[in-house]
């Protein structure tokens, strides 16, 4: 507490305790350890808007099969990063895969219009949506964009890049709980997002304006590293003697280390000299 600093004091407010689960996008797990995925497809070793993202092509075989299953309540949200590179019918950014589809409980993706914002409510039997009325298409392809989905029982908001943009009356109240866990970036055979998602956090609450708004501004900031594997990706270079790109490392900019087989000389290099 003597040593609090405001960007520690702000991660607290949104990572402990309202923060269910946490998905930073390195890989599957979820920061606070209990509700770990299952990534298939998934190329974490690309640029997030913090650090490492995960990268999902759009196909059957891409998506991260988490452990959370949306707790019992009346009230959720969903916070994330999303960069899309193409459009896709219900292409998915957080589905829940109950029995009656993407629908059920409260999910966020692409609606079967290019460019719209697929918005559902469920309380497992019944549910609502609507795909029509929220663009995404004016934020651009391949630019990232914080997106921010609010439920509390029949009260739909939906805020992008700290705004709020629109608000919803669902036809059904939202009812947590259930036996199926959520999905990011799509599942199954069908509803997959050719895009890159980072910073994934799901509430068993409505969270708070102010509470969107540190979460637009997030700064990431550790005070301490002590493993360095997890913010700095190692690449081995193969070179064979001629002119070679070393690529996968993962943000810029990268820093190469060169030594010759056959003497002592060493080269140290940056993508920007």
């Known amino acids: ?26 890989d599957a797990s979820d920061e606070t350890g209990y509700y770990n995925g299952t990534a298939y497809g ?21 998506y991260i099969q988490t452990g959370y299953t949306a ?82 029982g029949t009260s739909v908001k939906i805020y992008i890049n700290g705004s709020l943009i629109h608000t919803f009356t669902s036809s059904v109240s939202y009812v947590g709980g259930g036996q199926h866990t959520y999905y990011l970036g799509g599942w199954g055979n069908s509803l997959h997002l050719n895009g890159k998602l980072d910073q994934i956090r799901f509430f068993n609450k409505e969270i708070s304006v102010s509470e969107v708004t540190t979460l637009y501004n997030e700064k990431q900031c550790d005070p ?3 493993t360095p594997e997890s913010y700095f990706n190692t690449v081995l270079y193969p070179g064979d003697g001629g002119t070679q790109q070393v690529t996968g490392v993962g943000f810029t900019p990268d820093l190469v280390w060169i030594k010759g087989r056959t003497n002592w000389s060493h080269s140290l290099q940056d993508t920007l000299r």
């Not at 998934?42 to 891409?62: L, P, R």
Request: hydrophobic share 35%.
């Open 224 to 226: 301490l590293i002590t």
């Open 42 to 62: 998934i190329d974490f070793n690309v640029k997030g808007k913090y650090g490492f993202a995960g990268k999902f092509s759009g196909s059957s075989g891409s």
């Open 71 to 152: 707790l019992p309540g009346t009230s959720a949200s969903i916070s994330l990063w999303v960069n899309i590179n193409a459009y896709t019918a219900y292409g998915g950014f957080a589905i829940d895969s109950t029995g009656t589809g993407a629908q059920a409980r409260f999910t966020l993706g692409q609606g079967n219009a290019a460019g719209k914002l697929w918005v559902s409510v469920g309380n497992g039997s019944t549910s609502w949506y609507d795909e029509t009325t929220v663009s995404i298409s004016s934020y651009g392809l391949n630019n990232w964009f914080h997106l921010v989905g609010t439920v509390n």
């Open 1 to 26: 507490l003597y040593n609090e600093t405001a960007t520690s004091a702000a991660s607290a407010t949104i990572d402990n305790p309202s923060t269910v689960a946490y998905y930073k996008m390195a």
